[in-house]
């Protein structure tokens, strides 16, 4: 059983065929990335849309008090006491620091960006990027993530797993900042093996697996939030490939939205997705 058994939860598979190729997001609507555009030079263009928030440098936002490194995460500043926040901005994909009073202004220029011709950016990925933030938090801090089980009762658990906790530091860090920068930049599975492939705590035979599975969590939470605060209720269970045989007997089934049910769409090799029941206006 690899590592992506027990950090998601995954039983072992018969087919190894399967599990040794990358797997899309689980829906059509989710396969989507950052939309700001890149020019000849590589440059970021954005025209003006996004104000120039935070500070690309290891800088206090409150004192310019300059940090030894750039923080990743939430901090304390030694010298004035204030927490500072490490987020990605839509101007230029770049990783800032903020004020705690900045951080409604910065999410909300990642809802409203505009879509661009080919990957279009909403709120899906905005929501995908908080739940991102807080899984990075988690793995640099602990050395692991959390994972879904379902016992026998049908009830759904969440099962901690130190997967990196014998990485070091730094590596916990550019693996994070691997996964979660690929909802910006909206990097395929293969482009974001390929740099987990150079980080010696993963193995290369684990990379795209990893990929898959890990960017896949963040969409699909980001979904069902979504669909939480937009107050629905229900759900129905559709399954994108015929010849998928894993799920294909929950194919049309519905259920609520808070169903334990759902994570099942975490296992390696599904590729359905929750199509949300929308009440009939009265």
């Not at 901005?89 to 705690?100: A, C, F, H």
């Not at 599975?213 to 939470?221: E, G, L, N, R």
């Not at 559709?238 to 099942?264: A, C, F, M, Q, S």
């Amino acid at each position: 059983m690899g590592f992506l058994d027990w950090l998601l939860g995954k039983k072992p598979s018969q087919n190894a065929e399967t599990t040794s190729k990358p797997k899309p997001p689980i829906s059509a609507e989710i396969i989507i990335g950052g939309s700001t555009r890149l020019d000849e030079a590589g440059k970021a263009e954005n025209n003006g849309k996004y104000a120039d928030i935070g500070n690309a440098e290891p800088v206090c936002p409150y004192c310019n008090y300059r940090f030894d490194k750039m923080p990743q995460r939430k901090k304390k500043c030694p010298k004035c006491a204030n927490f500072v926040y490490s987020r990605t901005r839509p101007l230029d994909n770049k990783k800032v620091l903020i004020k705690q009073d900045q951080i409604d202004e910065l999410e909300s220029q990642w809802t409203n960006q505009k879509s661009s011709e080919t990957h279009p950016f909403n709120l899906v990925n905005s929501k995908a990027i908080l739940f991102g933030e807080k899984w990075r938090d988690t793995l640099i801090k602990s050395g692991g993530s959390y994972r879904t089980e379902i016992g026998a009762d049908g009830k759904a658990r969440q099962v901690f797993n130190p997967w990196l906790s014998g990485a070091p530091l730094s590596e916990r860090e550019r693996i994070a900042d691997i996964l979660t920068s690929s909802i910006t930049t909206g990097k395929g599975i293969k482009a974001i093996a390929k740099e987990l492939k150079a980080v010696p705590a993963i193995k290369k035979d684990d990379a795209e697996r990893i990929a898959s599975q890990v960017t896949k969590y963040f969409y699909h939470s980001a979904t069902m939030q979504r669909f939480h605060e937009e107050e629905l209720k229900h759900g129905v269970w559709r399954t994108i490939d015929p010849e998928e045989k894993g799920h294909v007997h929950l194919n049309g089934k519905k259920y609520r939205l808070d169903d334990p049910i759902w994570n099942l769409m975490l296992e390696d090799g599904c590729k359905c997705y929750v199509e949300p029941v929308i009440p009939k206006m009265i």
